[in-house]
């Protein structure tokens, strides 16, 4: 019978620092989103605060539980689906915010600030993945 493969150290770090951004970021959005947009320069827009508020909801439910959950697994199985999907999410939230910037489609600032956030989570969860058991 095979042995379940135990988490790389990296991938312990990586879900720890993920839970306190997904945490942090997400109780912003989710209570004050029009403040929180405000410190990086996005307009105040009160038609999409509700939506703003179910993003943050995401954040915490799934970046912040998923985490939490990765954080504690025993094993790379319990993990493997989650670094995958995190890696696809995050990957196509920097193109985002990378091309957002790029064509100044709101505030350089706030797209630039997101998209490092985005990319340095990525490498977080791609050294993660290369660092697996096989």
Known sequence: ????????????????????????????LLFIPATFGGWFGYPSCPGVEP????????????????????FLAKSWERVDYIVRGEITYLALSTIVFV????????????????????????ALFVATWLA???
């Open 51 to 70: 939506q703003l508020r179910g993003f943050g909801a995401m954040m915490v439910g799934f970046g912040g539980l998923t985490s939490l959950y990765g």
């Open 99 to 122: 091309v957002s910037a790029i064509t100044a489609s709101g505030p350089v600032v706030g797209n630039v600030i997101f998209a490092v956030v985005s990319a340095v989570l990525l």
């Open 1 to 28: 019978m095979d042995q379940p493969q135990s988490l790389p150290t990296i991938a312990r770090v990586t879900f720890i620092v993920h839970l306190v951004v997904a945490v942090v970021i997400g109780l912003l």
């Open 132 to 134: 697996r058991p096989k």
